[in-house]
């Protein structure tokens, strides 16, 4: 059974970084396409990026050129760097794997907050 486990969570300031990582276990890594989603309080959860086992990338238009999503297949691990952080990015971020099945893990707040 696939599992995956966010971590890099945290609060910041405005303008600031954060990177999240995410590991998975159970599976066959490199075969999945891997996927950061955000959800806010009252909001529906929202793709922020994918990026294919072949390594394209997809950003959503609310974080391109300032998030940016990768993989090290070596590792199991899927990264997402966020830069420029503003207050609207503030949610619990989920990290999702899907290729037949799919899996999600179980998040990781980000506040960003002056």
């Known amino acids: 059974q696939g599992q995956l486990v966010e971590s890099g969570g945290g609060l910041v300031q405005p303008g600031g970084s954060l990177r999240l990582s995410c590991v998975a276990s159970g599976i066959i890594f490199s075969s999945y396409a891997m996927g950061w989603y955000r959800q806010a309080p009252g909001k529906q959860r929202e793709l922020v990026a994918r990026i294919t086992s072949g390594g394209g990338t997809y950003h959503s238009v609310s974080v391109k050129g300032r998030f940016t999503i990768s993989r090290d297949n070596a590792k199991n691990t899927v990264y997402l760097q966020m830069n420029s952080l503003k207050p609207e990015d503030t949610a619990v971020y989920y990290c999702?794997?899907?290729?037949?099945?799919?899996?999600w893990g179980q998040g990781t707040q980000v506040t960003v907050s002056s």
């Open positions: 999702h794997a899907i290729l037949i099945s799919d899996y």
